[in-house]
């Protein structure tokens, strides 16, 4: 075993899976929904929203509808006259990745993608509260001028309204690359505020990546390798200590690419909403935000325009409700499919 895999081990001991049930446990019981047509139209049936539907949380108020983020009356139908203390968005990134471009992971010309993103900026700018939190999950792709996202930022300076706060970072253990360039393990994070919101203090625990913190402890001056981890440091703008989703972590959502992490959803939440705040995400995906709203007790509304994607959402709210498991890991979220699974796995 290298070096980097008994670290890996170190920083991330639930990723420890032993070899002898690596080959028979962790293939996903769904392959990718933004890549399989065919499976796409096997699981539509099974869908409980159609276009324009919202599902009505009766528990905690959440809101799950079928909408359109560049349709500024689909966003105000599931708003209604309420303002969103905090919005987090994980947008379509303009990447193809792995030579695949579909309806879902689709690769607009620029200036399509820029007309996309300066619509649904707009509608999440005037249902924002006096004072409140943007937060952008956003790519670049390296073999197009790095684009969208240095074109996107300077695109944001069109909204007075909204200042940039910070430029976040979360670094994915495992990346992609090529022999012949350094290996891609950043996701990028884009921080805005409307007016002055609050923003609450939260720490974290800092792994054994690197020597040199210092703190003196009952007198003595030791480091963070002598520490172990510390409660007490507060996370920067580079994110080192969140683990990228990939199928041997229990909140993985089979049929999702590149789902965010719940402790990074869930560190959003805590810094910049407060409880009974209203949490919005313009793009549900696997429904990470609206999870981390139901376990730190905020008021989620959250929609995306394929029913699919909705359904993964509302489900895994269920499931978690129901079993307190966070996801599927590689278990089927669709068992209704799992007999025509079966011959594409």
């Not at 994110?239 to 789902?259: H, S």
Request: proline share 4%; hydrophobic share 35%.
């Amino acid at each position: 075993m290298s070096n980097d895999n008994q670290s890996t081990l170190t920083l991330f001991p639930e990723l420890d899976v032993p070899r002898s049930k690596k080959k028979h446990d962790t293939t996903e019981k769904l392959t990718r929904l933004d890549l399989d047509g065919t499976l796409k139209e096997k699981v539509q049936p099974f869908c409980r929203l159609k276009y324009g539907e919202i599902w009505e949380d009766s528990i905690k108020g959440h809101r799950v509808g079928v909408l359109d983020a560049t349709n500024y009356e689909d966003v105000k139908k599931i708003m209604r006259d309420e303002k969103a203390k905090l919005i987090v968005n994980d947008p379509p990134y303009n990447v193809v990745v792995g030579n695949n471009n579909t309806k879902n992971l689709f690769k607009k010309t620029l200036a399509d993608y820029m007309v996309f993103s300066q619509k649904w900026t707009k509608n999440a700018t005037a249902i924002m509260a006096r004072n409140a939190h943007l937060y952008i999950w956003l790519g670049a792709d390296q073999k197009d001028g790095f684009q969208p996202l240095p074109d996107f930022m300077i695109m944001m300076r069109e909204f007075k309204e909204l200042k940039a706060r910070n430029f976040i970072t979360l670094k994915n253990q495992r990346g992609y690359g090529t022999q012949k360039n350094w290996m891609w393990i950043r996701q990028e994070l884009l921080h805005y505020v409307k007016g002055n919101p609050k923003f609450k203090v939260v720490y974290t625990d800092i792994p054994k990546v690197l020597k040199g913190y210092y703190k003196v402890i009952n007198g003595k001056r030791t480091e963070n390798m002598e520490r172990s981890k510390s409660d007490t440091i507060r996370p920067g703008n580079v994110w080192i200590d969140i683990q990228q989703v990939f199928y041997r972590l229990e909140e993985n959502v089979p049929g999702c690419y590149a789902q965010k992490p719940l402790k990074a959803i869930e560190r959003i939440v805590s810094t910049s909403s407060t409880e009974k705040d209203i949490v919005v995400d313009f793009f549900a995906h696997s429904g990470t935000t609206l999870l981390a709203g139901e376990r730190l007790n905020r008021k989620v509304y959250t929609f995306d325009n394929d029913p699919i994607f909705v359904e993964l959402t509302i489900r895994r709210l269920e499931r978690y409700r129901k079993t307190e498991k966070t996801g599927w890991q590689w278990n089927n979220p669709f068992p209704e499919v799992d007999g025509e699974q079966q011959r594409w796995i």
